[in-house]
């Protein structure tokens, strides 16, 4: 079943923004700030009037990084350098902390780009229930619409009947067609419906939701595999992104996730969802650290436009602002 809404609204549109880069800045910082309260300032705390590392500010040092979720991995590498460092100053000294948090999550920078002769671009969208998955196809509908792509939408979460009306309705609120079928149905099929629409219409982006159940069922992980399988028969390169959207919020479990489902599906891109409601946020470093994965995208609230590019200078200014 297709669901369709104004072809005004499916079609391309312009994109218009009237934020400046100091007031990203500064609304990224407002939805980052219990990560900034629970771990850049506290860090920043630690060595106010110190230039050098000794054991005791490193066993600190460590000991908050961990307890927000950076990991062991990005811990060592941070204190690595701040070991190595020779600073003259206590500002040297945090500056060399932000240059090492950066260095982290520098090469994880990796914008999502839609070649133009490839259409129309898969984007199968992967993750567990309750970590957002289906707002952040809400939200990224949005936003490349924005770029000027038109779009269509393939409800493949049959598991959940709800799932399927949520993104119905974020269809109609972004106006684009939404290809579903009733709770229950075949999720591949859903898919190869979809497809086939898509090349139809001439639709540049086809973006497809599946099912969240717990990803250690193998059931599911088998339904990802057979959703690949059928997308591959209209386009051997499809998907071409496999998108897992992953809570913020769980931590180090985060990374068990990423395990599971890119052993299952070969996740190219990642997004960190519910970063404004979690002091956390160091679990970003820690995926950074261990996965190399590109970070596409962070959710950092509610709204429709709270869905933005990661941009690993923007957040290391955000939970650790530059002295001064």
């Known amino acids: 079943m297709l669901c369709n809404f104004p072809m005004g609204l499916f079609g391309k549109t312009a994109r218009t923004r009237s934020e400046t880069g100091n007031g990203v ?18 860090l920043a705390s630690l060595i106010r009037g110190r230039s050098s590392v000794d054991a005791d500010l490193a066993e600190e040092v460590e000991a908050l990084l961990l307890g ?15 070991t190595k ?36 671009y898969v984007i199968m969208v992967v993750g567990v229930n309750g970590a957002g998955k289906t707002t952040t196809i809400g939200k990224l509908t949005h936003h490349l619409q924005s770029e000027g792509y038109s ?3 393939a409800a493949a979460d049959t598991f959940r009947a709800a799932a ?73 390169s499809a998907p071409h992104e496999v998108l897992l959207v992953l809570d913020a919020g769980i931590g180090q479990n985060a990374l068990a996730q990423l395990t599971h489902f890119h052993a299952a599906v070969d996740v190219t891109g990642l997004c960190l969802t519910k970063l404004d409601g979690t002091a956390k946020g160091g679990i970003l470093f820690a995926m950074a650290e261990r996965a190399a994965l590109p970070i596409r995208f962070i959710g950092v609230g ?3 436009e709270d869905l933005r ?16």
């Open 309 to 324: 590019e990661f941009d690993p200078a923007q957040f290391v200014d955000a939970i650790l602002p530059q002295a001064g």
């Open 302 to 304: 509610e709204g429709i």
């Open 151 to 153: 779009l269509m939408l």
């Open 25 to 42: 800045l500064a609304q990224i910082s407002d939805r980052l700030a219990a990560t900034r309260r629970g771990l850049g300032q506290r």
């Open 68 to 82: 927000a979720d950076v990991g062991v991995e990005a811990t060592r590498a941070i204190l690595d350098r701040l």
């Open 164 to 236: 399927v009306e949520q993104l119905q309705t974020w269809g109609e609120r972004n106006g684009v067609a939404v290809m579903a079928q009733a709770s229950g149905g075949d999720a591949a099929a859903v898919a190869h419906d979809a497809m086939q629409a898509a090349i139809a219409r001439s639709v540049d982006v086809l973006i497809i939701d599946t099912a969240g159940r717990l990803h250690t069922q193998s059931g599911l992980m088998d339904e990802l595999k057979k959703i690949r399988r059928v997308i591959g028969r209209f386009d051997a």
């Open 85 to 120: 460092a020779r600073p003259a100053t206590p500002d040297g000294l945090y500056s060399e902390l932000r240059a090492a948090m950066l260095a982290i999550v520098s090469p994880c920078a990796q914008p999502l780009v839609i070649p133009p002769q490839v259409r129309p």
